[in-house]
């Protein structure tokens, strides 16, 4: 694994020995996680700052916020660590531009579940890490999995950035060419519908198709109402489509989820994408760290606790929603593709598909992630259900480590 296995130390262990004093950058909720580890392991930044537009001279956590520009007049060597994530081409860019003139750490902390890829967490999962390894179709595959390990062990841009390729290369993995028959495609965590349009954007893109567009059936589940309605209003009328306001889960039900928590924050508590919303990791709180746990992570559309607990259905943002599970719905056309990417259910999701999968084979895309847990965890259930899929795996712009997908392609 890229000599990993001789890695000793962490993206911890290395700004704790970091001769040159650090700052954060960001203010938002993944700051909070962030300095509160640092914090748990006796690591105490400098300070904190924010981009120019999102200055308002506040205070963040004690610390009294300033600005890059203002650090670099002084002329002091610092190092930058960075605490928030975006989707944004223009501030990928300023990550990287920052990069070139300073060294700059980008911890990986998880979306859902409260474990982090730390030195002590590598060495406790070598053995499943190494396993997965050798299920990757493709040397792009394993490409990608040696450097997210690297960054994630080191919090290194140049390994993060190292591993992306468009999305559009990892779509053509899963339809080379046009399909000969009409699609059943299944869309667990739809949002407002951006990737139910990719999908019917990719069947339209091929010019020899003799499947009208019309003729695919659609199949999407979102559990966030305020968000169903937007899934609704784009997609409500089109044919051969079934809209879930719902999660995805092992057996159908219903549970209590937490919404209403905003959209997480960029730089100076501004919101991370606006075209992802929860999507990017927003609304994640930190009551408090122990061990190498980053507290006890809360999403919108997450089922509250990720460890055990069940939120209070009378809570504030906590609403009761239909679960299910794709092997309990009937299907007029068995799914052809299956898009998981539920905020840290994706193992229950899968679960609760477990004969689709072993009996349609259909294509997967699915989140590695939201759970530290999910680069090894979820290709190794997946290749227990159906050992015949080919796996490969893709990440795509952004930071830190989000958009890691799995794409599992019948033989």
Known sequence: MKNSVSYQGDVWSLMGSCPEPLYLYGTGDGADKILDEMLRRDIRPAGIFVSEDFYRGQVFRG???????RLEADGAPFAVVIAFGSHLPELIRRVKDIAFRHRVFIPDVPVAGDQLFDASFYQAHKKELQEVRGLWADDLSRDVFDSVLWYKLSGSPKHLFDCVSPKEEALALLYPEAPAEPQSYVDLGAYRGDTVQEFLSLMT??????????????TALEPDPKTF???????????????????????????????GRGRGSHAG?????????????????????????????QIPGSRGSHVGQTPDPSAPGVKVVPVYSLDDLEWPLPPSYIKIDVEGAEKEALLGARRL???CHPRLNLALYHRSEDLFVLPLLIHKM???????LRRHDCFPCWDLNLYAVPE
């Open 63 to 69: 610390f009294s916020v300033t600005t890059l520009s």
């Open 205 to 218: 893109s091929f010019q020899d198709s003799q499947v009208s567009p019309d003729a695919h059936y659609v």
């Open 229 to 259: 309605r937007k899934l609704k209003e784009a997609f409500g009328s089109r044919p051969h489509t079934r809209l879930l306001n719902g999660a995805a889960g092992e057996s159908s039900g219903e549970e209590p989820m937490v919404f």
């Open 269 to 297: 508590q501004s919101p991370v994408d606006q075209n992802r919303g929860s999507r990017a990791g927003a609304g994640l709180q930190t009551p408090g760290s122990r061990g190498s746990h980053v507290g006890s992570s």
């Open 357 to 359: 999968i072993q009996n």
């Open 386 to 392: 159906a050992p015949e899929l080919k796996l490969y």
